[in-house]
């Protein structure tokens, strides 16, 4: 299994628009974060987690060029902006499979009508194939997935087990059920924001309280912002076998 970093920035990515902050002023490839999305592939399958603004970029950035579905943590614009961006997928490949929760459905019905509509659809408008996710595994091709539901404030998101590889982003608590299903993983990854505490997202301190209850042979760090701090210093702080992961980062399981 081969997984792709596509994006590891927070919602306004790295930089941010006019912000002087020296993170954002980083020449460092490392400190510049597209916002947070992987790409999963094994045997002949491809599969996105989230498609956010900068799908497009992404994309092309991977040489990707077929994708069997794509997996939404949660309806947020920085998971679900790029989601027309699906179309020259559709128009080699036909329709795309789409894994959501039934709100996250509803909530990109709304957002992306045009692609949802099935009586006198606008003819470059891409077709879907709607899987609602219920907390319990999914089969996609011949994996057998399991969705790990957590609280991202009030909204509940979810991550997803893939065999040995466990992926969580927009974190803030987990129930220590949800927690029980990836214990002892080889490869978590997992979100932080920032030093300081966060209404909604997990910072670095309890980021790496979760890595400990998982206890996962190797963790990466995702969805991360300037105020975290620069790549190769925040990294140098981190326990044996953490790493901030980056744009572009390809690790295999």
Request: with cysteine.
């Amino acid at each position: 299994m081969k997984i792709t970093f596509l994006g590891t920035g927070t919602s306004q990515g790295i930089p941010v628009i006019g912000s002087t902050h020296p993170v954002c002023l980083s020449s460092d490839p490392k400190d510049k974060r597209l916002r947070v999305s992987v790409l999963i592939e094994w045997d002949e399958f491809a599969y996105v987690i989230d498609c956010g603004p900068d799908f497009r970029y992404q994309m092309l950035r991977a040489h990707c060029s077929k994708i069997n579905g794509i997996l939404f943590t949660h309806e947020h614009s920085d998971h679900t902006a790029g989601l027309d961006d699906i179309r020259p997928f559709y128009f080699r490949q036909g329709n795309i499979q789409i894994y959501a929760q039934k709100r996250v459905i509803e909530s990109l019905s709304r957002r992306f009508d045009y692609i949802f509509e099935t009586e006198n659809k606008y003819p470059g408008a891409p077709t879907l194939d709607v899987h609602i996710i219920k907390n319990q595994p999914l089969l996609l091709n011949n994996l057998s997935v399991i969705p790990i539901k957590a609280m991202h404030y009030q909204v509940e998101v979810l991550g997803f087990r893939f065999h040995n590889f466990a992926y969580l982003t927009d974190v803030k608590t987990v129930e220590d059920s949800e927690i029980e299903k990836i214990k002892n993983v080889k490869v978590l990854v997992i979100n932080a924001l920032r030093i300081e505490p966060h209404v909604s997202h997990f910072n670095l301190e309890e980021a790496l309280q979760f890595i400990n209850q998982v206890n996962p042979e190797t963790a990466y760090i995702t969805h991360i912002s300037h105020l975290l701090g620069f790549h190769k210093e925040v990294e140098k702080t981190l326990p044996k076998g953490v790493f901030l992961a980056y744009d572009n980062l390809q690790i295999s399981i």
